[in-house]
């Protein structure tokens, strides 16, 4: 479990072990929880009136969303990695909820699990750039779903590159393995987008300025994270119109192939079908069949039927198919 409360006073970053005390403090706190036991969970709820019931949207698999709280403004927002291997259609992609509480002077960030984002957020201001939070606890929030947002570009760029390998392979080698390549990345971006549609939608709410934790001043800073989110759906559904285009290359390669082989098949029964005829005919059990006495019947049955495959073969060649 991490608990840590951080206040922005005179330009310094200022660390508290009481939340009661952070959050009075003059400046702005931000209270990241991760992890949160009974307990710490019960002092959120007592010190800034966080509901339970977001709680609960946080540790569950809730849509990305927005919602007013008389104290506070609550956003759901989900990092996302791309899990590889083997995997069920719920679980292409992991998503780790976390939810930001934005009230007048204080955020709380609070997630059940380690994110890489608030790391590097966290470790901006207390290296950085410490006036992140002078600029309020909206500017936080927005530097924190920036990183998100961003981090979604990763895991866009490589189901780019895993398509990129599928048209080339679907061309050169149609085996079944790419078009289990080709699923799993349509499997991907149906993933992504199920995430990045509600969060589009929840961005724009804080970009429109609806809520009055959201200065006018950060709105346009929402607005260019919105703007990454809409380039970030139109990406899916071109990767979505790529994908489908390979899988349709496979389709053809595969049918064309097959093709191929009936063709080469219906080439040797062609061929093989006059002969079996002539075999046929002379093969009969009669007591009179005049040819059956000719001195010269079986070289010349020989060479009718070689006579035959040639014509056949030399047809075949010139009309393509052999």
């Known amino acids: 479990m991490t608990l840590r409360a951080l206040v922005y006073t005179d330009e310094d970053v200022t660390e508290y072990d009481d939340l009661a005390a952070a959050k009075l403090a003059n400046g702005t706190t931000w209270v990241r929880a991760d992890d949160p036991d009974e307990a710490t969970l019960e002092t959120l709820h007592e010190v800034f009136d966080i509901h339970p019931l977001a709680v609960e949207d946080v540790g569950n698999d809730v849509r990305p969303k927005v919602e007013e709280f008389p104290a506070h403004l609550f956003v759901l927002a989900k990092a996302a990695r791309l ?12 998503d780790r909820p976390v939810g930001l509480f934005i009230g007048t002077d204080w955020l709380v ?25 002078g600029r309020g606890p909206d500017f936080t929030a927005y530097r924190v779903l920036d990183r998100i947002v961003d981090n979604y570009f990763q895991q866009l760029d490589q189901i780019e590159d895993r398509l990129e390998y599928v048209e080339e392979e679907v061309l050169e080698t149609p085996e079944r393995e790419i078009l289990e390549e080709i699923n799993d990345a349509r499997r991907e971006l149906l993933a992504m987008r199920k995430l990045l549609w509600p969060t589009r939608d929840s961005i724009s709410t804080l970009a429109r300025g609806d809520s009055p934790q959201i200065q006018e001043s950060t709105e346009k800073y929402y ?3 919105y703007d990454h989110l809409v380039q970030q759906v139109d990406l899916v559904e071109t990767y979505r119109e790529l994908a ?11 049918s064309m192939s097959t093709n191929e082989v009936m063709k080469r098949l219906t080439i040797v029964a062609t061929i093989v079908l006059p002969l079996t005829l002539i075999v046929g005919v002379f093969g009969m059990n009669f007591e009179t069949m005049p040819e059956l006495t000719w001195p010269t019947a079986y070289p010349a049955a020989l060479l009718g039927m070689a006579g035959i495959s040639g014509v056949l073969v030399y047809y075949f060649r010139k009309v393509g198919w052999l």
Not at 83 to 94: M, W
Not at 119 to 131: H, I, Y
């Open 109 to 133: 960030t609070l997630t059940f699990h380690s994110l890489d984002v608030l790391d590097a957020v966290q470790e901006s201001v207390l290296r950085e750039d410490p006036r992140v939070l």
């Open 244 to 254: 489908i285009g390979a899988r349709d290359i496979y389709m053809n390669s595969l």
């Open 83 to 94: 899990r590889h291997g083997d995997t069920t259609f719920e679980k292409e992609i992991d």
């Open 223 to 225: 607005r260019d994270v």
